[in-house]
Nanobody, 119 residues
Framework: VQLQASGGGLVQPGGSLRLSCAAS????????AGWYRQAPGKQRESVAG???????DYADSVKGRFTISRDNTKNTVYLQMNSLKPEDTAVYYC??????????????WGQGTQVTVSS
C-alpha cells in the first residue's frame, strides 16, 4: 500500500491548510491513521490520530486548531489545520495501518509534505 501526501505549502500565521493522504493498493480496511511532523533539529512527533471507530486524539499543541478525518470511499485521510502558527512549521507525514485484500497487514508512511508558516 502506497501513500501520497499533498497539500503543504507556505501560509501566513493565522491561515489554514488541508493536508491529504491518499492510500492506493489493494486495501481491505484501514484500521488507524495518523499525522506526524518533524521540524528541523527536532524529533518526529505525533500530531493527530484516528481509529477505525472514529476516535481521535491530538497533541496538546494542536487541539482545537487541527482536525483529522477520513473519506472511506477514497481511502484518503485529511488534516485540516486552522489558526496556523510559526511553530507548526515542519514536514508533515501521514501513516496508515490496515489490512490488504489478501489479508496481510500493512503499516505505510507517506513521503512527507512541507508546511511553512511565516509572514
Amino acid at each position: 500500500v502506497q501513500l501520497q501526501a499533498s497539500g503543504g505549502g507556505l501560509v501566513q500565521p493565522g491561515g489554514s491548510l488541508r493536508l491529504s493522504c491518499a492510500a492506493s493498493g489493494s486495501i481491505f480496511s484501514i484500521n488507524a491513521a495518523g499525522w506526524y511532523r518533524q521540524a528541523p533539529g527536532k524529533q518526529r512527533e505525533s500530531v493527530a490520530g484516528l481509529t477505525r471507530s472514529g476516535s481521535t486524539d491530538y497533541a496538546d499543541s494542536v487541539k482545537g486548531r487541527f482536525t483529522i478525518s477520513r473519506d472511506n470511499t477514497k481511502n484518503t485521510v485529511y488534516l485540516q489545520m486552522n489558526s496556523l502558527k510559526p511553530e507548526d512549521t515542519a514536514v508533515y507525514y501521514c501513516n496508515v495501518r490496515g489490512v490488504t485484500s489478501r489479508w496481510a497487514t500493512f503499516d505505510s508512511w507517506g513521503q512527507g509534505t512541507q508546511v511553512t508558516v511565516s509572514s
